[in-house]
């Protein structure tokens, strides 16, 4: 039996099914976190875009990432390129590790799970995970010269530029490489060549950050490394950084007192087994820590309002864990436009009128999620003031650029719709949309065709108000008095004075139901209107509209029940929930007191 050829079938067939798993990870765990990584960058075929990247050390990197995560608009193709570049990033080490007579394939794996932990966060862009091959390329081919000469020159010469190229990783790579010189190369002259390593790591980010780049000089060592990333996961990237150069450390230290290399005892099924527990456990580590199911169905909620898949929204709502209000605010807006805000609000988590919208924040998330809301509403002006806000915070995306043309020409500025339809044209996979509303800039006649853009126009406000980022019920009601036949501002107005349990005014407001053309009254309004005439003893039905027999009997139900109580509103908020929690009276009396 070839014991050589079972070690190398076995070797294929682990990392085979190890990459298999890696593909499958990113594939359906982390779908939406990829395609909003795309959504949040713009890749142009310009040469001004290209030289800007060159004016910070990482920025060909950067350059690199963003060309790669354009192509994650394809779910399927973004996992790919991910499992490659985690692929490459274990070849490599393999290959270092190998030459440090470190044997065993764990010991490669690891680093590509801290990769894979790493590459789970929606801060993490494929950008860092090449500058990092790139880094340990580097020290590859270092280790490959045998000429101390050329090793020397290669360091010398090599590693600004590498520094220039990788940014902060390069300091990875030149650690590795004054290891590699002091503790295990033979050259006699390594004393005096290995602490010019270290001098030299000072001395380039130092002269570059003052001469070249102009970057504040603190940051030039650890500049395009992610740093900005919160725990846990900040922690799974130092100890992706300090990994290789302490296994290395290490190794050197086994070769002296064992004589041979680590883990070099042989392969065996002990050996197997403890390997594959050792990976198992570390993948559940980063499962738990690393993995934000939460984000990913927040994303995901974020997908489907950009498809207009209104079920798909609320799905992923009802799987969400806890309240959350960017979660409550696509939930409201999938509600209004699958038609069952007025029957299905109080379905799902409220809290306040604050679920109905997103505060502004001069941060980059806020306008990015939170403009969405007034473009549906045809709140024109502020559509636009967001989705350029959220441009300056994230810079040029294809969301926001599209959003301004747009609104651009809803607001029959066509000038500035062509300026954003010319950056759109240098996109490869946006060049299609551009070039069908370029033919708009050249017959203006075709816009009054297009019926999304004439529904919002037909909405345009024609009343002056102040716009202000408080008080959006105040807003609601202005952009209600300007054009009674929005719809959604007739709904999302009626939302809050619900949500604020000011049923006064949701009473005086009833009336624009039958304006409106409603054929019935929606459940949640029909149950406020029974506990407002309840209380004042007023019948304030619209003309041509009645309560349901049904609600009418589970209030006389509820309100037995309630009474029933007393003063215990803790022991009745906990007997009447699995029947009326989802109606408005529970809400009334029990939520948000």
């Not at 300091?171 to 390593?197: D, G, K, Q, T, W």
Request: charged share 15%; aromatic share 20%.
């Amino acid at each position: 039996m070839d014991i050589s050829r079972i070690k190398s079938n076995f070797r294929l067939i682990t990392t085979g099914v190890f990459f298999a798993f890696y593909f499958l990870y990113f594939m359906v765990f982390n779908r939406y976190h990829l395609i909003y990584q795309e959504q949040i960058q713009f890749f142009r075929f310009d040469v001004n875009y290209f030289t800007d990247f060159l004016s910070r050390p990482g920025g060909l990197m950067e350059c690199i990432g963003t060309f790669l995560t354009q192509l994650f608009i394809f779910p399927v193709v973004g996992a790919l390129i991910i499992t490659l570049a985690g692929f490459a990033a274990y070849a490599i080490t393999v290959y270092i590790f190998r030459k440090h007579q470190i044997n065993g394939m764990l010991w490669a794996f690891i680093p590509t799970l801290l990769l894979a932990s790493l590459q789970s966060h929606y801060l993490f862009n494929l950008a860092y995970t090449v500058g990092l091959i790139v880094s340990l390329g580097y020290f590859a081919v270092y280790i490959s010269m045998r000429d101390y000469k050329l090793r020397y020159f290669f360091v010398l010469a090599g590693w600004p530029l590498l520094y220039f190229f990788a940014g902060g990783y390069a300091l990875v790579a030149m650690l590795l490489c004054f290891i590699h010189e002091f503790l295990f190369s033979p050259n006699h002259s390594r004393i005096l060549i290995a602490p010019v390593f270290p001098i030299l790591s000072l001395l380039v980010p130092y002269f570059a950050s003052h001469f070249i780049f102009y970057i504040k000089p603190g940051m030039a060592w650890t500049y395009f490394i992610p740093f900005f990333i919160d725990p846990p996961v900040k922690y799974f990237l130092i100890l992706l950084l300090v990994y290789s150069p302490l296994v290395l450390i290490v190794s050197r230290r086994w070769l002296i007192y064992s004589k041979r290399g680590l883990l070099s005892r042989g392969w065996n099924w002990k050996t197997i087994l403890s390997g594959t527990l050792v990976l198992v456990c570390l993948s559940g580590l980063m499962i738990k820590y690393a993995y934000d199911r939460k984000a990913e169905i927040l994303l995901g909620m974020d997908y489907c309002v950009q498809r207009s898949d209104w079920d798909g929204v609320l799905k992923l709502s009802s799987a969400y864990p806890g309240a959350n209000r960017l979660v409550m605010y696509f939930t409201n807006l999938a509600l209004y436009k699958s038609g069952r805000m007025g029957d299905q609000l109080f379905h799902y988590p409220q809290t306040r009128t604050n679920s109905l919208w997103l505060d502004w924040n001069a941060d980059d998330v806020v306008p990015f999620f939170g403009g969405e809301i007034y473009y549906h509403f045809a709140y024109n002006s502020e559509a636009y003031r967001w989705a350029f806000e959220a441009m300056v915070a994230k810079g040029p995306n294809p969301r926001s650029l599209k959003r301004l043309v747009i609104t651009s020409f809803i607001n029959d500025d066509i000038k500035l719709a062509e300026k954003y339809l010319n950056v759109l044209d240098q996109n490869l996979f946006y060049r299609k949309w551009a070039h069908h509303y370029l033919q708009y800039v050249n017959n203006p006649e075709l816009i009054k065709e297009d019926k999304e853009i004439a529904g919002k126009r037909h909405f345009e406000i024609s009343k002056d108000f102040i716009g202000s980022r408080y008080n959006f019920g105040a807003r609601l009601l202005m952009l209600l008095e300007d054009h009674p036949d929005n719809r959604m501002a007739f709904e999302y107005f009626m939302a809050s004075l619900l949500l604020d349990k000011n049923l006064g005014y949701f009473a005086a407001n009833i009336y624009r139901i039958k304006e409106l053309g409603y054929k019935y009254i929606p459940v949640h309004y029909e149950e406020a209107l029974i506990a407002y005439m309840s209380y004042t003893k007023m019948n304030i039905i619209p003309e041509g509209y009645s309560i349901s027999m049904a609600t009418n009997k589970r209030f006389s139900e509820y309100a037995n029940m309630y009474i029933s109580f007393g003063e215990n509103s803790d022991i009745a908020a906990k007997k009447l929930y699995n029947e009326y929690g989802k109606t408005y009276w529970y809400y009334l009396h029990f939520i948000n007191k």
